[in-house]
């Protein structure tokens, strides 16, 4: 199944996409409340959408949101081995990397749609996007196993982490972030996906499908899902360590390999891969999955902080 958050009239509802068209939901149910409780939420919303259409439209002509257009949590984590590498200019990865799959908490409030304009952070001149997978949690769950934690996913969706690279460098050097270097875009969508339309595309840690970045229309990056060196069984089970994973919460797998321009800029191939800048258009596509697309907007000014 595949569901879509998209604009009717006033508010967001949900839709069940299907063939090309999207069977929207006779009532304003927003896809957070039917996650939780016994996990059959979204089982019986795409009967009742089949059954009792409130109506149906081309997915081409319904203004999609993203399908969780403030989800109550984004965890970030660092998956790819070569993205880690990448970003080092090739050099060694800290041994921790592989006992820990670490992460960040990003904004809830900057939730992007698919298709929605997205902004440079003010006072950057380094804007970034990142290529990632991400899990969206159904049931909720506390000191999982990773056996188990798996099961606690109601679908999967693509990702893009928008990054102010040079915000990003400036703060980390103070031991502490990121923050405003990830804290203006993120985007998800098209749709949420349900794990059973992706189980014959099960591979290793993840699953076989390829992943890619178009900017203006030329490849700038990507690689495989199933590269991940994480799984989301261990990223969700290390999360729920001492503490619950909720309904809605989002679990980014981080950047694919070259999913980044930052990967580019630091193996020496910053002329050749700028940075994103104003008009540009970005696409990055999850293959079975779908795509995000967006132009770049310009930023607004900065604020002093002190006169």
């Keep these: 199944m595949r569901f ?5 009239g006033d508010a967001d509802v949900v839709g069940l996409v299907e063939d090309g068209t999207v069977l929207g939901l006779p009532d304003a149910t927003g896809l957070l409340e039917l996650l939780g409780g016994d996990g059959g ?21 319904v203004e999609l949101r993203a399908p969780l257009p403030v989800p109550p949590s984004i965890r970030d984590f660092l998956a790819f081995e070569e993205h880690r590498r990448n970003a080092r200019g090739g050099g060694e990865v800290d041994p ?44 909720a769950g ?29 703060e980390m050097r103070q031991g502490l972030g990121p923050a405003k270097g990830k804290d203006s875009a993120t985007s998800l969508g098209p749709w949420l996906v349900t794990p059973d339309e992706l189980a014959p595309y099960r591979s290793r840690q993840s699953f076989a499908l390829d992943m890619e ?32 994973v909720r309904p809605g919460d989002v679990f980014g797998s981080g950047t694919v390999g070259t999913g980044c321009i930052l990967e580019h800029a630091a193996l020496g191939r910053g002329a050749e891969f700028p940075y994103l800048a104003q008009g ?3 696409v990055l596509r999850v293959e079975n999955v779908g795509e995000l697309r967006h132009r770049i907007a310009a930023a607004t000014p900065t604020i002093p902080l002190r006169p």
């Design 142 to 170: 506390r000191d999982l196993r990773p056996d188990e934690a798996e099961a606690h996913i109601a679908g999967y969706t693509v990702l893009c982490d928008f990054s102010a690279r040079d915000l990003q460098r400036r």
């Design 280 to 282: 540009d258009e970005v």
């Design 4 to 8: 879509c958050t998209y604009r009717r």
């Design 213 to 244: 970045v178009e900017v203006n229309g030329r490849r700038y990056g990507g690689g495989r899902l199933d590269d991940l060196y994480w799984s989301f069984g261990e990223m969700i089970a290390y999360a729920s360590r001492g503490t619950e």
């Design 96 to 139: 921790d990397w592989y006992e820990l799959p670490i992460f960040y908490f990003s904004n809830p409030a900057a939730v992007h749609g698919p298709r929605d304009e997205v902004a440079i952070a003010p006072g950057s001149a380094e804007w970034d996007y990142e290529l990632e997978f991400a899990a969206v949690i159904g049931t």
């Design 41 to 61: 939420g979204l089982a019986r919303a795409a009967e009742r959408a089949r059954r009792e259409p409130a109506e149906r439209r081309p997915v081409d002509e």
